[in-house]
């Protein structure tokens, strides 16, 4: 399944929810292999770029959410 804006700006909500910096976030993610830059990061919360869904799994380890909240529902 593809991101899409509605991912991008789930990353920035639950990021902000946890009170979160994106050097955090890059920092906790490093546990679950994920090894990104904070430019990357950005990108993404901002829509400029999309991750791919692996990345997108990663993250919602880190938040401790599930996957299902980087994805809208119908």
């Not at 906790?28 to 770029?49: H, P, Q, R, Y």
Request: proline share 4%.
């Amino acid at each position: 399944m593809a991101a899409s804006r509605f991912t991008c700006k789930e990353i920035r909500k639950v990021r902000e929810a946890l009170g979160w910096t994106l050097k955090d976030v890059l920092e906790k993610s490093k546990v679950f292999g994920l090894d990104i830059t904070e430019a990357t990061l950005s990108n993404w919360e901002t829509g400029d770029t999309c991750p791919p869904a692996d990345k997108i799994d990663v993250l919602a380890m880190t938040f401790g959410v599930g996957l299902e909240r980087f994805y809208p529902t119908k």
